[in-house]
């Protein structure tokens, strides 16, 4: 039997935090292409800024000022945390295998956690609002006719029309200053021991804590930079959706030069997305070349 004392706890906390980072360390992830890191200070970011990033023009009388305030949309940090405990019984009859694990866990899963809010963010893009107050996915996103915003807008689309029965696919531009996902980083993982003797939880329930906590959130930024699909994943889709989004424009009726350099697709629709965009040939026979290879990149989601 261990006797449970100061010591023997330090001794514990140590290598749990060394299986918690070894763990996180470890992690892979494959969201990194599509999310912007935002840093955060402050319980919620503002970024109105966003529709608002102006362009280029000849100088001619006073400088043009583009209003960084046109648009309201911010998002909240949340907190997020796991917490487990081992009875200090444990401790005494040296039971701690089965907490390792737990502990490897806590790393891995907080490693994890900003792709799979930032893959599930997109994938919810439909019910999601963005910058201009329509759902990320809309049919009916306002387009000015004067690049100051006003004027009647057109409606422009980043949905592909129809019945929409197939799994998720999104076309997306990664070549821009921003990317279409932002992740919100207020706090990083924090690993923390409860350890005291004198602990309450000891006290009462003869049970030590160890627990990970964090601070941030996943947002949506330019609607124009993904283009979503719900139809089968053909190479006549793959067509008209890539022209479709290479043609959006900004206020004032100028192309934003998007360019689709990545599709996001659920493990369904992966085989498909590597024939129509990856493969080197459209026929392997008549060596008929597929002019997206080496263009555009497929990306498998772990959570779709």
């Known amino acids: ?33 599509f999310t912007m890191v935002i840093p955060s200070s402050s319980a919620s970011n503002d970024y109105g800024w966003i529709g608002s990033l102006g362009d280029i023009r000849e100088w001619l009388g006073d400088r043009v000022v583009n209003d960084l305030s046109v648009h309201t949309y911010s998002i909240k940090n949340k907190d997020f945390e796991l917490t487990h405990g081992v009875k200090k ?9 089965t907490a390792q694990y737990i502990f490897r866990g806590h790393g891995k899963k907080f490693g994890e956690f900003p792709g799979k809010m930032s893959w599930n963010i997109l994938k919810d893009g439909f019910t999601h609002v963005c910058y201009d107050g329509q759902y990320f996915f809309d049919t009916d996103h306002p387009v ?6 006003t004027g009647v807008a057109d409606t422009v689309s980043n949905i592909q029309s129809g019945a929409g029965a197939s799994p998720l696919w999104v076309l997306i531009d990664t070549s821009q200053i921003l990317l279409p996902v932002v992740w919100q980083d207020r706090k990083k993982p924090v690993f923390t021991a409860m350890t005291k003797l004198d602990d309450e ?27 979503a699909s719900k139809e089968p994943l053909t190479r006549e889709n793959a067509d008209a959706n890539i022209l479709a989004m290479e043609a959006f424009k900004a206020d004032g009726g100028e192309k934003l030069g998007i360019t689709v350099t990545h599709c996001l697709v659920s493990p369904e629709n992966y085989t498909a997305a590597v024939e129509v965009f990856e493969n080197e040939y459209i026929d392997s026979v008549a060596k008929t070349k597929n002019p997206y290879y080496g263009k555009i990149k497929v990306i498998k989601s772990p959570t779709w």
Request: charged share 20%; no cysteine; hydrophobic share 35%.
């Open 1 to 33: 039997m261990a006797i449970v004392n100061p010591e023997v706890l330090a001794s514990i906390n140590a290598q749990f935090k060394k299986d918690w980072n070894d763990a996180f360390n470890a992690v892979k992830t494959n969201h990194e292409d």
């Open 89 to 97: 019984t444990d401790i005494e009859d040296d039971n701690l295998g």
């Open 144 to 149: 000015y006719p004067n690049s100051d915003g």
């Open 201 to 227: 939880t000891v006290f009462t329930a003869n049970n030590f804590r160890w627990g990970t906590d964090s601070r941030g959130n996943s947002g949506l930024s330019l609607w124009q930079l993904a283009y």
